[in-house]
């Protein structure tokens, strides 16, 4: 079951991309976060989509929030992606797409594809918005609009 604006998001444990242990408990209550599911690194539409958090990071990052990136690639590539295109946020790595069933995010394209999903998080963990939309570069600015909105 998909979650929805209003539910507080799940406990969930994976590898960041240098390989460190990720615990989204110890972010809960620090600060609001943008999670965006993605499907894959070094595809076009994911590169342009972290490529816009990257030119716009400064942005939530002034109002309070951090970007987080999730999708089933390794930590390794992370670890490409981030290098090639100078991302300066957290990629986590969910190879067994197990927190991306904890979240209820869909595949696309008739199941083909992973699905791409943006959640703004207040800062005690409760959904504030949801976008889902195949548009990769539409993620950006309806996230930060609606980090906006909670401060």
Known sequence: MALKVGDKIPNFKTKDHQGKDFDSQKWVGQKPLVIYFYPKDNTPGCTAQACSFRDQYE??????????????????????????YRLPFILLSDHNKIIRKLFGVKNDYLGLISGRTTYVVDKSGVIAFIFDSTSAVT?????????????
Do not use: Y
């Open 59 to 84: 942005d939530f990052t002034d109002l309070g929030a951090e970007v987080i990136g999730i999708s089933s690639d390794s930590e390794q590539s992370h670890q490409k992606f981030i290098a090639e």
């Open 139 to 151: 993620h950006i600015p309806k996230a930060l609009e609606a980090i906006k909105n909670l401060i």
